[in-house]
Protein backbone atom coordinates (compact mmCIF):
# COMPACT_ATOMS: atom_id res chain seq x y z
CA UNK A 1 0.00 0.00 0.00
CA UNK A 2 2.13 3.03 -1.13
CA UNK A 3 1.21 6.81 -0.47
CA UNK A 4 -0.76 8.55 -3.34
CA UNK A 5 -4.06 6.22 -3.44
CA UNK A 6 -6.88 7.98 -3.35
CA UNK A 7 -10.14 6.04 -3.54
CA UNK A 8 -13.29 7.40 -2.90
CA UNK A 9 -13.60 4.56 -0.31
CA UNK A 10 -11.15 5.84 1.77
CA UNK A 11 -13.15 9.49 1.59
CA UNK A 12 -16.44 7.54 2.76
CA UNK A 13 -14.90 5.86 5.40
CA UNK A 14 -13.39 8.65 6.76
CA UNK A 15 -16.28 10.73 6.78
CA UNK A 16 -18.85 7.96 7.82
CA UNK A 17 -16.78 6.31 10.73
CA UNK A 18 -18.59 7.31 14.00
CA UNK A 19 -15.37 6.34 15.96
CA UNK A 20 -13.97 9.09 14.30
CA UNK A 21 -15.60 11.59 16.15
CA UNK A 22 -13.58 11.35 19.11
CA UNK A 23 -10.57 11.98 17.21
CA UNK A 24 -11.92 15.43 15.94
CA UNK A 25 -12.66 16.13 19.48
CA UNK A 26 -8.93 15.96 20.46
CA UNK A 27 -8.24 18.46 18.16
CA UNK A 28 -10.65 20.82 19.72
CA UNK A 29 -10.25 24.55 18.37
CA UNK A 30 -6.52 24.01 17.86
CA UNK A 31 -6.44 24.53 14.26
CA UNK A 32 -8.88 27.55 14.35
CA UNK A 33 -6.35 29.09 15.87
CA UNK A 34 -3.13 28.51 13.65
CA UNK A 35 -1.86 31.42 12.10
CA UNK A 36 -1.30 31.29 8.35
CA UNK A 37 -0.19 33.61 5.79
CA UNK A 38 3.45 33.99 7.38
CA UNK A 39 6.87 33.96 5.32
CA UNK A 40 8.63 31.20 6.88
CA UNK A 41 12.16 30.94 8.52
CA UNK A 42 15.19 30.36 6.57
CA UNK A 43 16.67 27.08 5.60
CA UNK A 44 13.49 25.63 4.78
CA UNK A 45 13.74 24.95 1.10
CA UNK A 46 10.35 23.36 -0.99
CA UNK A 47 11.33 19.86 -2.21
CA UNK A 48 14.70 19.75 -0.49
CA UNK A 49 14.89 16.60 0.76
CA UNK A 50 15.56 16.56 4.49
CA UNK A 51 17.06 13.41 6.92
CA UNK A 52 15.30 14.60 9.95
CA UNK A 53 17.19 13.45 13.23
CA UNK A 54 14.38 12.86 16.09
CA UNK A 55 15.60 15.01 18.94
CA UNK A 56 15.43 12.70 22.39
CA UNK A 57 14.88 15.26 24.71
CA UNK A 58 11.72 16.31 26.03
CA UNK A 59 10.69 19.72 27.82
CA UNK A 60 7.62 19.59 29.89
CA UNK A 61 5.86 22.62 29.85
CA UNK A 62 2.86 22.29 31.55
CA UNK A 63 1.35 18.75 33.51
CA UNK A 64 -1.58 17.45 35.17
CA UNK A 65 -1.96 15.54 38.06
CA UNK A 66 -5.40 13.59 36.94
CA UNK A 67 -4.11 12.30 34.01
CA UNK A 68 -3.60 8.35 34.67
CA UNK A 69 -0.20 7.00 35.53
CA UNK A 70 2.29 6.57 32.29
CA UNK A 71 0.04 9.15 30.62
CA UNK A 72 1.49 11.69 31.66
CA UNK A 73 3.11 14.22 29.12
CA UNK A 74 6.45 13.26 29.30
CA UNK A 75 5.71 9.56 29.22
CA UNK A 76 3.51 10.07 25.85
CA UNK A 77 5.98 12.06 24.33
CA UNK A 78 8.97 9.15 24.64
CA UNK A 79 6.08 7.04 23.61
CA UNK A 80 5.48 8.92 20.36
CA UNK A 81 9.72 9.40 19.96
CA UNK A 82 9.97 6.01 20.30
CA UNK A 83 7.54 5.34 17.19
CA UNK A 84 8.83 8.09 15.06
CA UNK A 85 12.87 6.83 15.62
CA UNK A 86 11.63 3.28 14.78
CA UNK A 87 9.77 4.66 11.77
CA UNK A 88 12.91 6.74 10.63
CA UNK A 89 15.36 3.52 11.27
CA UNK A 90 12.66 1.18 9.69
CA UNK A 91 12.57 -1.27 13.29
CA UNK A 92 10.14 -3.28 12.47
CA UNK A 93 10.07 -4.85 15.59
CA UNK A 94 9.66 -1.65 17.74
CA UNK A 95 6.78 -0.67 15.21
CA UNK A 96 5.16 -3.76 16.13
CA UNK A 97 5.60 -3.08 19.83
CA UNK A 98 4.67 0.50 19.83
CA UNK A 99 1.57 0.24 17.46
CA UNK A 100 -1.82 -2.26 18.17
CA UNK A 101 -3.98 -1.75 15.30
CA UNK A 102 -6.74 -4.28 15.09
CA UNK A 103 -10.18 -5.33 12.93
CA UNK A 104 -11.75 -7.90 15.67
CA UNK A 105 -13.48 -6.41 18.28
CA UNK A 106 -11.94 -4.45 21.17
CA UNK A 107 -9.82 -6.08 24.07
CA UNK A 108 -11.70 -5.41 27.53
CA UNK A 109 -8.93 -3.13 28.52
CA UNK A 110 -9.02 -0.85 25.36
CA UNK A 111 -12.77 -0.27 25.87
CA UNK A 112 -15.85 -1.27 27.91
CA UNK A 113 -17.78 -2.87 24.82
CA UNK A 114 -16.65 -4.34 21.24
CA UNK A 115 -16.31 -1.15 18.79
CA UNK A 116 -16.10 -1.54 15.25
CA UNK A 117 -13.12 -0.26 13.52
CA UNK A 118 -11.80 1.25 16.64
CA UNK A 119 -8.27 1.32 15.82
CA UNK A 120 -6.57 2.98 12.84
CA UNK A 121 -3.98 4.44 11.39
CA UNK A 122 -4.74 7.26 8.60
CA UNK A 123 -2.58 9.71 6.20
CA UNK A 124 -4.00 12.40 4.66
CA UNK A 125 -2.40 14.90 2.06
CA UNK A 126 -5.37 18.35 2.08
CA UNK A 127 -5.80 20.57 -1.00
CA UNK A 128 -6.49 24.27 0.05
CA UNK A 129 -9.66 24.62 1.30
CA UNK A 130 -9.70 21.33 3.23
CA UNK A 131 -10.62 18.98 0.42
CA UNK A 132 -8.97 15.19 1.14
CA UNK A 133 -6.89 14.73 -2.68
CA UNK A 134 -4.90 11.73 -1.34
CA UNK A 135 -4.07 9.11 1.63
CA UNK A 136 -3.84 6.08 3.25
CA UNK A 137 -5.72 4.16 6.05
CA UNK A 138 -5.91 0.60 7.58
CA UNK A 139 -7.32 -0.76 10.75
CA UNK A 140 -4.47 -4.09 10.50
CA UNK A 141 -1.68 -4.72 11.85
CA UNK A 142 0.00 -6.27 9.14
CA UNK A 143 -1.20 -3.75 6.46
CA UNK A 144 0.63 -0.95 8.68
CA UNK A 145 4.14 -2.52 9.33
CA UNK A 146 4.04 -3.07 5.33
CA UNK A 147 2.97 0.32 4.66
CA UNK A 148 5.48 1.61 7.53
CA UNK A 149 8.22 -0.15 5.55
CA UNK A 150 7.56 0.98 2.22
CA UNK A 151 7.37 4.68 3.39
CA UNK A 152 10.57 3.82 4.94
CA UNK A 153 12.28 2.95 1.41
CA UNK A 154 11.30 6.02 0.10
CA UNK A 155 13.45 7.77 2.20
CA UNK A 156 9.68 9.07 4.42
CA UNK A 157 11.66 10.56 7.64
CA UNK A 158 9.69 12.21 10.65
CA UNK A 159 10.63 14.26 13.18
CA UNK A 160 8.28 15.50 16.31
CA UNK A 161 8.37 19.17 17.03
CA UNK A 162 5.04 19.49 20.03
CA UNK A 163 2.77 16.82 21.59
CA UNK A 164 0.15 17.92 24.10
CA UNK A 165 -2.36 15.94 25.60
CA UNK A 166 -6.29 16.45 25.05
CA UNK A 167 -8.29 14.37 27.27
CA UNK A 168 -8.40 10.68 28.69
CA UNK A 169 -11.65 8.44 28.98
CA UNK A 170 -11.80 7.42 25.42
CA UNK A 171 -13.84 4.37 24.17
CA UNK A 172 -15.04 4.30 27.93
CA UNK A 173 -11.87 3.38 29.55
CA UNK A 174 -9.69 6.15 31.91
CA UNK A 175 -6.33 4.42 30.46
CA UNK A 176 -6.95 5.89 27.19
CA UNK A 177 -5.53 9.85 26.61
CA UNK A 178 -5.67 11.48 23.60
CA UNK A 179 -2.85 13.75 22.02
CA UNK A 180 -2.34 15.74 19.27
CA UNK A 181 1.01 16.97 17.82
CA UNK A 182 2.58 18.34 14.95
CA UNK A 183 5.58 17.38 13.33
CA UNK A 184 8.07 17.16 9.98
CA UNK A 185 7.53 14.68 7.46
CA UNK A 186 9.46 14.50 4.10
CA UNK A 187 10.06 11.75 1.43
CA UNK A 188 11.31 11.46 -1.93
CA UNK A 189 7.70 11.56 -3.67
CA UNK A 190 5.86 13.94 -1.89
CA UNK A 191 4.43 16.84 -3.80
CA UNK A 192 7.10 19.72 -3.05
CA UNK A 193 4.01 21.86 -1.65
CA UNK A 194 2.95 19.73 0.55
CA UNK A 195 3.29 20.93 3.89
CA UNK A 196 5.33 23.88 2.55
CA UNK A 197 8.93 25.31 3.08
CA UNK A 198 8.87 22.94 6.46
CA UNK A 199 7.23 20.09 5.65
CA UNK A 200 4.63 20.55 8.25
CA UNK A 201 2.22 17.49 9.42
CA UNK A 202 -0.17 17.45 11.73
CA UNK A 203 -2.45 15.30 13.70
CA UNK A 204 -3.76 13.33 16.50
CA UNK A 205 -3.53 9.76 18.22
CA UNK A 206 -4.60 7.84 20.74
CA UNK A 207 -2.95 5.80 22.94
CA UNK A 208 -3.37 3.14 25.70
CA UNK A 209 -1.51 3.69 28.98
CA UNK A 210 -1.62 0.60 30.38
CA UNK A 211 -0.04 -1.33 27.70
CA UNK A 212 1.75 1.60 26.44
CA UNK A 213 0.62 1.40 23.04
CA UNK A 214 -0.73 3.74 19.74
CA UNK A 215 -3.94 2.31 18.92
CA UNK A 216 -5.02 4.85 16.55
CA UNK A 217 -2.99 7.77 14.35
CA UNK A 218 -3.69 10.21 11.75
CA UNK A 219 -1.27 12.93 10.29
CA UNK A 220 -2.19 15.40 7.64
CA UNK A 221 -0.24 17.29 5.60
CA UNK A 222 -1.27 20.88 3.68
CA UNK A 223 -0.83 22.21 0.28
CA UNK A 224 0.53 25.46 0.32
CA UNK A 225 1.51 25.49 4.25
CA UNK A 226 3.46 28.92 4.16
CA UNK A 227 4.21 28.81 8.18
CA UNK A 228 7.87 27.41 9.70
CA UNK A 229 7.89 25.02 12.43
CA UNK A 230 7.86 27.65 14.82
CA UNK A 231 4.61 29.20 13.59
CA UNK A 232 3.12 26.08 13.23
CA UNK A 233 3.55 25.03 16.66
CA UNK A 234 3.08 28.37 18.39
CA UNK A 235 -0.66 26.91 19.13
CA UNK A 236 0.52 23.90 21.15
CA UNK A 237 2.10 24.08 23.83
CA UNK A 238 4.09 27.26 25.85
CA UNK A 239 7.71 27.63 23.79
CA UNK A 240 9.87 27.38 26.37
CA UNK A 241 12.75 29.58 26.80
CA UNK A 242 15.47 29.14 24.42
CA UNK A 243 13.79 26.69 22.02
CA UNK A 244 14.50 25.70 18.97
CA UNK A 245 12.41 23.65 16.45
CA UNK A 246 14.07 20.25 15.77
CA UNK A 247 16.45 20.84 19.14
CA UNK A 248 13.89 19.07 22.14
CA UNK A 249 10.60 17.85 21.78
CA UNK A 250 7.58 19.88 23.67
CA UNK A 251 5.08 18.38 25.60
CA UNK A 252 2.09 19.56 27.33
CA UNK A 253 -1.29 18.73 28.80
Same mark, same amino acid.
Given at each position: ?????????????????????????????????? &?? *????? /? !??????? =?? %?? $???????????????????????????????????????????????????????????????????? &?? *????? /? !??????? =?? %?? $?????????????????????????????????????????????????????????????????????????????????????????????????????????????????
Amino acid at each position: MAEGRATSGFLMKTATLSILAFLFLLIGCGRDRD &TG *GSHPA /G !GERPGEL =VD %YQ $QPTRVIVTSDDASLPDDCHPRQVANLVISFVDAFNRGDQAVLSQVFFLSEAPSPPDYADGAYDLWSWY &TV *GEIEP /G !GRIVNGF =VT %YD $QGDLLDYLATRHKQGERLRLLKLSLTQTGLLGEEDNVGFIYVLNRNASDLDPDLGGKAHLASGQGAINCTNQRIFAWRMDMKAGDQRSSREATNWLCKDPPGWKPGKAVVACA
